[in-house]
């Protein structure tokens, strides 16, 4: 973390997805986290604009969500951010012509560690949770678009959730949703 820095950086596999960690400033009352900077993200190369902040809760352990995508002409950066609980966050890469296509990086978020995953426009999203009674945050860098909203389904990645051999918790849309190998990607590297 660089001198008089609130979030360390750190790189991932996947090019332009970063793992933010919050600096917390703790005495016996708590603590304080600065959880955004658009500054420390413009020092560090990152020069996103974030819109629109959406929170969701998710009440029962082994609740997957996703993987989700907008398409451009809307799509979405994402900052995503856990505040009660814990989750197994996950990004696929979904830009044709790029060297990691189709691969995936996942992140344990939670509460206590503070962690956020920054999920660049071209990447597939998802989650699942941990625990119970999970608040999850994130940061948008365009405006919901239902027209352009899409999903692939969460099995066919062979991405290793830690279900712990329990089936998830699906929406009906997320259960409905394409495989990979049928995805016909709007992104491209």
């Known amino acids: ?3 008089g820095a609130t979030v360390q950086i750190d790189t991932t596999p996947l090019e332009g997805v970063l793992v933010l960690t919050p600096k917390r400033f703790g005495d016996d009352r708590g603590f304080f986290s600065e959880t955004y900077s658009r500054k420390q993200l413009a020092e560090a190369g990152v020069g996103m604009e974030f819109v629109q902040d959406n929170l969701s809760r998710s009440e029962r352990a082994g609740t997957l969500r996703g993987l989700h995508f907008q398409s451009p002409p ?4 994402k900052l995503v951010r856990c505040n009660t ?6 990004a696929v890469d979904a830009r044709t012509g790029s060297p990691t296509y189709g691969q995936w990086f996942g992140i ?3 509460d206590e560690n503070g962690k956020q995953l920054l999920v660049p426009k071209g990447f597939l999203h998802g989650f ?5 009674g999970v608040e999850i945050a994130y940061k948008c860098s365009d405006y919901y678009a ?3 909203d ?3 389904r969460w099995d066919s990645l062979g991405i290793d959730w830690p279900l ?7 929406s009906g849309k997320d259960a409905a949703a394409q495989p990979f190998s049928d995805f016909q990607s709007p992104f491209e590297a």
Not at 74 to 77: F, K, N, R, T
């Open 108 to 110: 344990e978020l939670t």
């Open 1 to 3: 973390m660089a001198a």
């Open 85 to 90: 609980g814990a989750l197994w966050d996950v």
């Open 150 to 152: 899409g999903a692939v």
């Open 74 to 77: 809307h799509a979405q950066d």
């Open 128 to 132: 699942v949770t941990l625990t119970d």
């Open 146 to 148: 239902p027209d352009c």
């Open 164 to 170: 712990d051999g329990r089936e998830p918790v699906l």
